[in-house]
């Protein structure tokens, strides 16, 4: 874009969205033509009446003030003799103020930043000659139909409005170094939900019920007169009496308000999206009925790769809410949750979620743009932010968040098998290793320090967030293995690391003897899963005691419940693994099922027994995380094991663990290296077991080993 200038309003439009025009001659036969277009904001994209391309809140949020992707679109189609392209740009990631529960400042910081739109139209004419047409002080503006967009709050959007007065657009003074080539998937509208019921509420409200939480947004289509207004709010739960319920969303307006034109229309918010399943309708032209609503779903697009199915409805539907979940959080970053005041690329969340994401879906591009943009994001001193983008910039950065820098770019290595990304980060994973020797207080320990530890933690104790499990311990435990991980990642790419390897010995070392005894049921997770126990075996017969001890149940958080069931597979204690897993009561994964979740909750208890919340300040209903769950489905429960030493799936070992009261379970993953299948099903008390795999693998069923090529093999047992 060597002669396009970012372009502004040249006045102060307030709240309103401003739209771009450029309107130009075509007068010979084109042989093609492009818009390489992004803006300070998000945008939408007009050419002669319609949308350019389906990339919808392009482009994207990545850490702007070092990267802003453009994009390339082919409109050779769209063209005519006589064009109009105009472009209205919102606020979008760029400039909401975002996070609602940050320091004023650094939101009115935000608040103040520019909408600029930058980019050019080239066209390449059948005779060979070609034309550039550059954003620049030609193009004009005017006030857009949208009269409000903002990423939390919501869009106001008013169709009488015809943009008008068209002025001449101001030059803004603004870096290109940070332009970027479209590096991540992109959004895109990808699934329609259509409303099961309208209800009327105890309390008189009429709402709308889609079924199932969404990400994205609802699209409304009616007859009405000019003027005519339609206004909502969304919600993911009804309360304890069946109203309408949005105070999780905390300051989040998640507010619509659409002024019609007049005859047949359809409008869904341009700018902005959000999380729900229930919308509460404030005002609406007439009775309102089915047909008027559909539920848009919005998420990068993502290709499913997993796929998971069993004999027990409770569990499927666990499966579905965790896809969901998926869906629902990958809206170009990883975010903790769709809907609140935050919808933030938690670090600790996507840690703790990228296996089963790797899994569940194609996230390869996904993950490198978001890795790239926290390498960008890298605080000087090798310090990882709580989110990335780092929009808490003032906040510490956190044990098992941090973590992120190296757990999600090796996980990501051994799915897909692709060492570009180690590649790419292995600076960032190194400065954030060098950064806890920097900070600790005790050598070859993390001590010290503010740490979120293990966030909601089942024994936290009364009145805090964080689980009893030491942060000393925590942080220490991550930073032996993160040590460990870029010892690996130094391997795969031929590189000396033998002073990591060094570093990691001793805090093995220092970390037994500073930690002789574990207290905690994570902590004996971490012990066994990172490889600091000096007696696993000892450990996890240890922590299987605790469990039964409290009743058969779970008292670990975000840090220490995505490797439980694993650490009790692999120590010999799967019925205990299978205990927790179907369990039904609080706490446990079903019991969200039961009380009628269709996505993973914040809180295993968001809805208590009773039918109350958890709170009102903490309580998504559709926060990955727990859904972790799903790799130990596949990896366990399906057997289907990774080997370490062949990443992408090159070669696998299938070790299946059936379970009868579970009755039958298959599960498949579509890998860089083909298909592998593993499904087994009780029949008559005996287990049939099918694998299918297009790789070399190792199949291990009744204790016997069996190595095989590609093909189907049934066995029973
Ligand atoms: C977010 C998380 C996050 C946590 C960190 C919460 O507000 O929603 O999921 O990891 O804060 O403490």
Known sequence: ??????????????????????????????????????????????????????????????????????????ITALLREENDLQVTVGKGWFSSPMPGFTNADDRARRMERPRALIGEISIKYADGSEEVIPTDASWEWAES??????????????????PAGWKKAEILEWTKDILIPQEGEEIREIERVLPKEIIRTPSGETVVDFGQEITGYVQICLDAKAGDRIEFLHGEVLDQQGNFYNANYRTAKAHVLYTCKDGRQTYHPVLTFFGFRYIKLVQFPGEPSLENFAGIVVCSDIRRTGYIRTENAMVNQLISNIFWGQKGNFLDVPTDCPQRDERLGW?????????????NYDVEKFFFKWLHDMAAEQREDGGIGQVIPDYLAENAPSAAWGDAAVICPWQIYQTYGNPQILADQFECMKKWVDYIGSVTTT????????????WLGLDAPVGSYKGSTRDDFIASAFYAYSTGLVVKAGKVLGKDVSAYEALKERIVAAFRKAFPDYTTQTEHILAVHFGLAEDPQRTAD??????????????????GTPYLLHVLSEYGHGDLA?????????????YSVNKGATTIWEHWDGIM???????????????????????????????????????????????????????????????????????WRYVDGQVRYEVTVEMPAVICVNGKEKSVEAGTYTFFG
């Open 1 to 74: 874009m060597k002669y396009a200038d970012y372009i502004v309003a040249d006045q102060n439009t307030n709240d309103t969205c401003p739209v771009f025009r450029k309107c130009f001659v075509v007068d010979k036969q084109i042989a093609s033509a492009f818009l390489t277009i992004t803006a300070l904001g998000v945008y939408d994209a007009v050419l002669n009446g319609k949308r350019v391309g389906d990339y919808v809140l392009a482009p994207g949020w990545t850490a702007y003030e070092k990267r802003l992707q453009y994009q390339t679109y082919d």
């Open 145 to 162: 139909p949208v009269r409000f967009s903002e990423i939390y709050d919501g869009e106001i959007y008013d169709a009488t409005v015809k």
């Open 347 to 359: 670090t600790g969340d996507a840690q703790v979620f990228v296996k089963t994401a790797s899994y």
């Open 443 to 454: 050598p070859d320990l993390w001590t010290g320090g503010w740490h979120f530890g293990d």
């Open 542 to 559: 240890a922590l299987a005691s605790m469990i039964r001890e409290a009743g058969t149940q779970m008292r670990t958080g975000f840090v």
């Open 578 to 590: 299978y205990d927790l897993f179907l369990r039904t009561a609080y706490p446990s994964w079903l």
């Open 609 to 679: 027994e009773d039918g109350s919340f958890w709170s009102t300040d903490m309580n998504s209903f559709n926060h990955y995380a727990y859904g972790s769950v799903a790799d130990w489905l596949y990896e366990k429960a399906a057997g289907i094991r990774p080997i370490e030493e062949n990443p992408g799936f090159s070669k696998v070992v299938i070790c299946p663990m059936p379970d009868e009261r579970l009755g039958g379970l298959e599960a498949e993953i579509h890998t860089r290296n083909g298909l592998v299948r593993s499904a």
